[in-house]
């Protein structure tokens, strides 16, 4: 909610496309429909009604509500717009239309701290394990998604400048050596440990509970204030680096705040909720067709669009295989891929990809 | 709360209140012991594990136990969950607890013990005391018989268990595997040593070890480990176990499923393993 009307409090300020509008309706529909659909049949209406006239409204009906459909929406729609303005982000800062978080380590990061923590929990001291309860996967895959990125960035620097094809390749190279730890990681793992990270690298949005929300809406929602600051210069760096830097923009400045963006959104996203693919590279692909490669637009309806798509993808991920939920990663690469595919083939010769 | 459990109780006109009537139950073992203290009946709810008895497979499906939908679960109106000591993700249990349901968790270990347990939990939960004693007797004869005919075994058979064989790739069942349990019951010996739970092993350790029988699971499809695969398997198929056709296939759920069917399965095992005791 709090989203929705951030949402509309920048369609005011800014000159509305009408693209934009189309984009706040489309997430308002997808809220709207998240809340009121679901396995256990409790529908918003009926409920609003019951809140109106008064009528008591039962523990079941409330905890469904409330307490599963509600804070599930809240974190759809701070995983899917940190997603897709992290992806956003990264394809400016690489001029590269197939960059995504993970080619700064945040995606393998996240994981080798993850399936760490499923695997190696049972060593840790008890009064640590206790201390962080539920939270210990998430805070390692945090951990690892930072841990990750500033070592690349350290890698990457020298003397003070950043070099985006150093960046590159060694997060190819750390991605790997990531995997690898993982796998060992993996190997280790019994039979229900197994089933854990496997689940856990699919993604899922359940489980949000007010804590991790509260935390989690900490660092992506200043994040997401602040990365349409970026617009400008991101927009010059097209033009080359030496360009920007002549038109007067501190490009180290902006590498460095890029980065560091991307790391809060992505890292707290993957942490909330797993391994989800697709949504940083569709979502500002499907917006530079539409609406044009405009920063300035771009990241603000990259959070729009990319909270709306994400909040549908779990709907349908809680819905096709009721009263069972099938993993969103899942969703969102089925969805997600043919459509890049579809975009690849229509886009053929534009921008060397 | 009260009026929740009043409304679920008219809805499915239930016995008595202190019966709980819409049950839910996760994790192959303890369906099967709900079914066998004869409360089938009262199940709207499985999980995907829970594949005993057939009748039970009509019921819905409410996903894989350790990745449980809250809503889900919810939408089926249970006032009782029995699960395994694994059901997650924490988040959902938590959910399922403050919106009033009953959720018991059960002891989750693949031994005899650990079956007596779960028959007495959940006799208790779903207020059969006197059928989880009598089951748990019953249990209790059956496994004393299976012991018997274990201990009069004089040189144990060395068993490997194939779980799967993907690729030419042996995963075996390793030390404190619920598959070296069964296997121990039955008076064997497991032969994959030196490895934890459920793991690949090299062709040579498996040439080392050379098992008298190998034991698989029959099932159909891509996971299937047929006869056909063993005798073709560079070192599967130079086993003793191989060359004297001491294969051994049986229902996976039955054999590592530790649950009432476990004497059974047992006895079963031990007669394929020294089918000359038998004769």
């Known amino acids: ?110 994981g080798l701290g993850a399936v760490a923590m499923i695997v190696l929990s049972g060593f840790l001291p008890a009064a ?26 350290r890698v990457a620097s020298r003397s003070g400048q950043v070099s985006i094809a150093t960046l590159l390749l060694a997060g190819i190279a750390l991605a790997a050596l990531a995997g690898a730890l993982t796998g060992i990681l993996t190997y280790l793992a019994d039979d229900t440990q197994l089933r854990d990270l496997t689940f856990w690298g699919m993604g899922s949005l359940a489980g949000a509970s007010d804590m991790k929300l509260l935390v989690g809406g900490l660092l992506i929602g200043p994040a997401l204030i602040l990365t349409p600051r970026l617009a ?56 530079r067709i539409a609406g044009g490669p405009d920063h300035k637009t771009l990241l603000v309806d990259a959070a729009l669009l990319g909270a709306a798509l994400l909040v549908l993808a779990d709907l349908i991920a809680r819905l096709v295989v009721a009263p069972a939920e099938l993993p969103i990663g899942i969703v969102t690469a089925i969805l997600g891929a043919p459509v890049f595919l579809w975009i690849l083939i229509r886009r053929q010769g534009l921008g060397g990809v | 709360m009260k009026r929740l459990a009043l409304i679920a109780a008219l ?12 049950v839910i139950s996760l994790g192959g073992a303890v369906t099967e012991i709900v079914a066998a203290l004869g409360a089938e009946d009262r199940l709207v709810a499985r999980d995907t594990t829970s594949e005993y008895p057939e009748a039970i497979t009509k019921l819905p499906d409410v996903g894989y136990v350790r990745a449980l939908s809250a809503e889900g679960v919810l939408a089926l109106a249970p006032d009782l969950i029995l699960a395994e000591a694994t059901a997650g993700p924490p988040e959902a249990v938590e959910t399922l607890k403050a919106a009033g349901v009953d959720f018991v968790a059960l002891p989750g270990d693949p031994s005899v013990q650990g079956v007596r347990e779960k028959i007495a939990v959940v006799g208790a939960a779903l207020d059969r005391k006197e059928e989880a004693q009598a089951l ?100 599967l198929g130079q086993t003793r176990a191989a060359r004297g056709g001491a294969l051994v296939a049986m229902d996976g759920m039955l054999l590592l499923g530790f649950g009432p069917r476990t004497p059974q399965a047992a006895q079963a095992l031990h007669a394929a393993l020294y089918p000359e005791a038998e004769g």
Request: overall charge neutral; proline content about 5%.
């Open chain 2, 11 to 22: 809805l499915t006109a239930g016995p008595a209140l202190a019966e709980p009537a819409r």
């Open chain 1, 1 to 110: 909610m709090a989203m929705t009307s951030l949402a509309l409090l920048v369609a005011i300020r800014s000159p509305c496309a009408p693209l934009r509008l189309g984009l706040i309706a489309l997430l308002v529909i997808a809220a709207a429909l998240s809340l009121g659909t679901g396995a256990a049949g409790v529908s918003l209406p009926q409920v609003l009604g019951q809140c109106l006239t008064g009528a008591e409204i039962s523990t079941r009906d409330r905890v469904v509500l409330l307490d599963i459909r509600l804070p599930r929406l809240v974190m759809g729609l701070m995983v899917g717009a940190a997603l897709a303005v992290a992806g956003a982000v990264m394809q400016g800062l690489f001029r590269n239309p197939l960059a995504d978080p993970g080619i700064i380590g945040v995606g393998a990061g996240a």
């Open chain 2, 136 to 235: 748990t007797a019953s249990f209790d004869a059956e496994m004393d018989a299976v012991r018997k005919s274990a201990g009069a075994v004089a040189t144990p058979k060395r068993v490997l268990f194939v779980l799967s064989l993907q690729n030419g790739r042996v995963m075996a069942g390793g030390e404190g595997s619920s598959a070296e349990a069964i296997i121990e019951l039955a008076g064997g010996v497991n032969a994959a040593t030196g490895l934890a739970g459920y793991k690949p092993v090299t062709d040579e350790a498996i040439l080392a070890a050379d098992p008298d029988v190998i034991l698989t699971m029959d099932r159909e499809g891509e996971m299937a480990v047929t006869e056909r695969d063993i005798l073709a398997h560079p070192a």
């Open chain 1, 128 to 153: 640590i394990a206790a201390f962080f309860g539920t939270w210990l996967v998430p805070v390692a895959a945090f951990g690892g998604a930072w841990t990750a990125t500033l070592l690349l960035y």
């Open chain 1, 232 to 287: 400008r210069g991101l927009n010059a760096l097209a033009l080359g680096e030496a360009t920007a830097a002549h038109m007067g923009h501190d490009i180290e400045r902006l590498k460095h705040r890029a980065v560091i963006g991307v790391a809060a959104l992505a890292g707290a996203a993957v942490a909330m909720a797993g391994g989800i693919g697709f949504v940083g590279i569709v979502v500002p692909h499907l917006l």
